[in-house]
Structures are given as C-alpha cells and as structure tokens.
C-alpha cells in the first residue's frame, strides 16, 4: 500500500528538524567540554601561580632579611658604600644568596638597583649590568609592592588559549627589597625578580586538560547515540501512524516525543556513574597483578582513588538537586548520632579525635524523621569536624530540649572558619578545600529543612566551630 507524499513529507521534515537537534545537541555539548576543560586548566593554573607566587614571597622575605642582616650593614660599616663591581663585594653578596636560594626551585634570582634599573647582581653573571629588563614589575616593585608576571617561549593567542604550544613557562616575582628595623626608615633599597620554571607543571595541567575533554567526549557521544536511537525509534513509530492520524494528533505525538527524548537525556546522565564504577573496578584488578611493577600499582591506586571521588561528586550532585522527601517515621536522634560515631570511629582513632557525647546518656530524643536521611546530614556535619582537625582535638556533642524542639549542638576544636566565609558556608559549590564538591552543607540544609527543623553555624577562627541543628520534638 502506498503512502501519499502529503501526509508523510510534514512528518518527515519534523523528524529532520529533530536529527539537527540531535547532531547539533552533539556539537554543543562537545563545545561546552571543551570549554569546560579550558575554565578548568585556567583555574588550575591561577592556582598554580598562587601557589608560587607566595613560595616567591617566602623566599624573598628569607631573602631581604639574609641580604640585609649579612651583607648590606657589614658591607656599608666596612667599606662605607656598597658596590658590587668589586669581586670580594660580588662573592660575598652571590655566597648569600645561593646559600639562602640553595633547597629551593629557583631558575635566577636579580637585584635591580633603584636608579637606573640595572641589574646590580645575577645568578647568571651575563645579566650584570643590564638594564631596562624589569619591565612594570619592576616600577611596581619600588612603590613596595609584589608582583608576577608568567612567561612564555613561543608564546601566542592561539597557543595560549586553544592548544598551549608555549614550549617553556616562567613566573617571574618583583619583591622590594626593603631595609629592616632599626633601620626602616631607609626604605627600599632595590628589587629583586625571582624566576621559577613551571614548565613541567604546566605539562602536567594540560595533560589533565586533555584527560577532562576526552573522558567527557566520550560520555557526549554515548549521549549522542542515545539521542540517535530514540529519534530513529520515534520515527518509526511515526511513519507508521501518519496514515492514520490527523495533523493536529501528530503535534501531539510530536511533542510527546520530545518530552520523552527530554527523559531520556535526564536518565542517561545518572549513568555516568557506571563508567566510573567500571574504570574503579578495572584499576583495582590491574593493582592486584603481581607482575604489574610499583609504579603501576601506584598510578592504578591514584585511579581507585580519584574515581571514588568522582563518584562522591556525582552523587553529591544528584543529592542536591533532587533531595529526597522525608520518610516521617518515629526516630530515636540520639541514637542516629551514636550510630554516626560508631561508624566514624576508626577515623576518629586514626586522626585522635576524641568525642565526648556524655550528654545522650542512652536517651533516644525520639522525633519524627527519616533516619536514612538525618544519618547522612550529621556523618557529613561529623566528617567536616574531623577535617578541620588535622592534628586531632575534641568533638563535644550535647542535646537540649527548647520550646518543642530538641536542639542539637556539635562543637569542634578545628581551626574554625573565617568571618567572611561563614555567611557562605552553605552556598552551594562554596568550598575552602582543595578537595570535594561544596555540596555538603548545601545538603544538609536541605535535609534538616525538609524535616522543619533549622540549621545554622557559630566559629571564630584558630578556635573551633559549633554546628547547632534544631528539630521539632515528636508531639
């Protein structure tokens, strides 16, 4: 039986209209990757200069007080001015300063004086005595201030932002050197430019760039064909009803189709979490082989443990943006806290944290709430106390009964929070870890207020931190 072109052709464009999307869903998606791959290796490598600029400063504060102290009182006091053109004024000032740069990572270290910006010592002589080498760094340096500046060899545009083609980076730091009490009221007595090769380490960020596209092009594209099946399937199920049903039944059908495709997109996303589980199980049967050598083993290891954490991340995502409705149910509090401690307990042993809870007293504080639930709020509530302190100290636990409400208090001895990151402990994504999602407390507020009860925070930085969590008594 032969189907009449009228019916078919609108369906078969609204079906074309549908594999653009899919291919330009595809496109879109790779392109998001890769940006995502870019914000992350830019952010990993402000990092990294942050990282060095502040071991610079380090350095060059040790640096100022060893200059000072050792060879700019003693050289003014025996030959009354301080010239580095004479040798033994030369050997003396490169003997500190290659002693004081000796266990660090420093390419070059200059001493600009504060006339003519030349350089007045070097580690590579053949630098002594330019000038004009200091740049805005330099300039900004003798008004006392810090600065850096990261250098490429082959640097360009394109190289820098697509594909990183410099083949060597340099961060160089301008220090003011500065005259130290008594004797402040000098001032600034030159600058120095201390250079640091982050070559390796930015090979080591782009190799993570590329590991992020890659791992994600290949979740977009299993994404893709998933799109691909759906549309071929609904376009089947659509030729065969387009002889049967009326123009209006098919922008029904249509727009039933894509809300199903908008399913399937969410459904797929929660897979994500198989390739991970796969890539750990995978790693730890490549760790138990006693042929493989240590350092397989030990790359295998950085596997289990960085898919672990993925996996963490995920599902703290999942947690946050679709949190569970409570299952009310009569819950025993104190016990939900004492099966968190238990739970936590070779931890707590292992970082010598020590819990006093002498006020549960073995009460059960029964409320109406959903255990699996108000487990997970305290043990993350638990588990960042244990994280601020890395050198052990004490968590005390206390419950008070207040106006229809048991009131729970859980104070630490960590090192506690800054004020300005206190009003954002419970932003989602806000973290002060180098680790983690940001998503912990998010979704313990969640929770707790989900349960009608409150959550709120008192620290005081270098002291400790009380999380109080209040919820309403069972009536």
Same mark, same amino acid.
């Given at each position: 039986?032969?189907?009449?072109?009228?019916?078919?052709?609108?369906?078969?464009?609204?079906?074309?209209?549908?594999?653009?999307?899919?291919?330009? &869903?595809?496109?879109?998606?790779?392109?998001?990757?890769?940006?995502?791959?870019?914000?992350?290796?830019? =952010?990993?490598?402000?990092?990294?200069?942050?990282?060095?600029?502040?071991?610079?400063?380090?350095?060059?504060?040790?640096?100022?007080?060893?200059?000072?102290?050792?060879?700019?009182?003693?050289?003014?006091?025996?030959?009354?001015?301080? &010239?580095?053109?004479?040798?033994?004024?030369?050997?003396?000032?490169?003997?500190?300063?290659?002693?004081?740069?000796?266990?660090?990572?420093?390419?070059?270290?200059?001493?600009?004086?504060?006339?003519?910006? #030349?350089?007045?010592?070097?580690?590579?002589?053949?630098?002594?005595?330019?000038?004009?080498?200091?740049?805005?760094?330099?300039?900004?340096?003798?008004?006392?201030?810090?600065?850096?500046?990261?250098?490429?060899?082959?640097?360009?545009?394109?190289?820098?932002?697509?594909?990183?083609?410099?083949?060597?980076?340099?961060?160089?730091?301008?220090?003011?050197?500065?005259?130290?009490?008594?004797?402040?009221?000098?001032?600034?007595?030159?600058?120095?430019?201390?250079?640091?090769?982050?070559?390796?380490?930015?090979?080591?960020?782009?190799?993570?760039?590329?590991?992020?596209?890659?791992?994600?092009?290949?979740?977009?594209?299993?994404?893709?064909?998933?799109?691909?099946?759906?549309? =071929?399937?609904?376009?089947?199920?659509?030729?065969?009803?387009?002889?049967?049903?009326?123009?209006?039944?098919?922008?029904?059908?249509?727009?039933?189709?894509?809300?199903?495709?908008?399913?399937?997109?969410?459904?797929?996303?929660?897979?994500?979490?198989?390739?991970?589980?796969?890539?750990? &199980?995978?790693?730890?049967?490549?760790?138990?082989?006693?042929?493989?050598?240590?350092?397989?083993?030990?790359?295998?290891?950085?596997?289990?443990?960085?898919?672990?954490?993925?996996?963490?991340?995920?599902?703290?995502?999942?947690?946050?943006?679709?949190?569970?409705?409570?299952?009310? #149910?009569?819950?025993?509090?104190?016990?939900?806290?004492? =099966?968190?401690?238990?739970?936590?307990?070779?931890?707590?042993?292992?970082?010598?944290?020590?819990?006093?809870?002498?006020?549960?007293?073995? =009460?059960?504080?029964?409320?109406?709430?959903?255990?699996?639930?108000?487990?997970?709020?305290?043990?993350?509530?638990?588990?960042?106390?244990?994280?601020?302190?890395?050198?052990?100290?004490?968590?005390?636990?206390?419950?008070?009964?207040?106006?229809?409400?048991?009131?729970?208090?859980? #104070?630490?001895?960590?090192?506690?929070?800054?004020?300005?990151?206190?009003?954002?402990?419970?932003?989602?994504?806000?973290?002060?870890?180098?680790?983690? &999602?940001?998503?912990?407390?998010?979704?313990?507020?969640?929770?707790?207020?989900?349960?009608?009860?409150?959550?709120?925070?008192?620290?005081?930085?270098?002291?400790?931190?009380?999380?109080?969590?209040?919820?309403?008594?069972?009536?």
């Amino acid at each position: 039986m032969e189907q009449n072109p009228k019916t078919i052709q609108p369906e078969t464009k609204r079906f074309r209209l549908v594999k653009f999307f899919a291919y330009t &869903s595809f496109v879109i998606l790779t392109v998001s990757t890769f940006a995502l791959s870019m914000v992350i290796s830019q =952010r990993a490598t402000k990092v990294l200069m942050n990282t060095y600029e502040n071991h610079a400063l380090l350095l060059a504060n040790n640096l100022n007080h060893q200059v000072f102290h050792y060879f700019t009182i003693p050289v003014r006091y025996r030959y009354g001015a301080i &010239s580095l053109r004479q040798k033994e004024q030369f050997d003396l000032m490169d003997k500190i300063v290659r002693t004081t740069i000796h266990s660090f990572n420093i390419e070059n270290v200059n001493i600009y004086d504060t006339e003519k910006g #030349q350089i007045a010592y070097s580690t590579n002589r053949d630098l002594v005595g330019l000038t004009g080498r200091g740049g805005m760094g330099y300039k900004i340096a003798l008004k006392g201030k810090y600065s850096s500046r990261l250098i490429s060899r082959e640097d360009s545009i394109f190289g820098t932002w697509l594909l990183d083609l410099a083949k060597e980076k340099k961060l160089k730091t301008f220090i003011p050197f500065k005259a130290e009490p008594p004797y402040s009221y000098i001032g600034i007595l030159g600058v120095f430019e201390v250079t640091q090769d982050l070559t390796e380490e930015y090979e080591s960020i782009l190799g993570f760039r590329y590991l992020i596209f890659g791992v994600s092009l290949v979740v977009m594209f299993l994404i893709f064909l998933a799109l691909l099946l759906v549309v =071929r399937k609904a376009e089947r199920t659509l030729a065969r009803r387009a002889r049967e049903q009326k123009l209006l039944e098919d922008q029904l059908n249509q727009a039933e189709r894509l809300a199903v495709l908008g399913e399937m997109v969410a459904g797929v996303s929660h897979e994500i979490k198989n390739p991970l589980g796969i890539i750990r &199980s995978t790693a730890e049967l490549l760790a138990e082989k006693s042929e493989h050598s240590q350092a397989q083993k030990k790359l295998s290891n950085i596997i289990i443990e960085e898919s672990g954490r993925l996996n963490d991340i995920v599902t703290d995502f999942l947690d946050f943006a679709r949190p569970q409705v409570p299952n009310l #149910q009569d819950c025993p509090l104190g016990e939900v806290i004492e =099966r968190n401690v238990t739970f936590l307990r070779p931890e707590l042993d292992k970082k010598g944290v020590i819990v006093n809870d002498g006020n549960l007293n073995g =009460r059960p504080y029964t409320i109406e709430a959903d255990p699996g639930l108000l487990h997970q709020a305290f043990l993350n509530i638990f588990i960042n106390a244990i994280q601020a302190m890395e050198d052990g100290g004490n968590i005390t636990i206390n419950i008070e009964e207040e106006k229809g409400n048991y009131r729970v208090e859980i #104070q630490d001895t960590g090192i506690g929070i800054r004020d300005e990151n206190l009003k954002k402990i419970f932003s989602p994504f806000f973290t002060t870890k180098d680790e983690g &999602s940001g998503l912990g407390l998010s979704i313990v507020k969640n929770i707790i207020e989900g349960h009608k009860g409150k959550v709120w925070i008192e620290s005081k930085e270098g002291v400790g931190t009380k999380v109080f969590v209040s919820l309403p008594r069972k009536q």
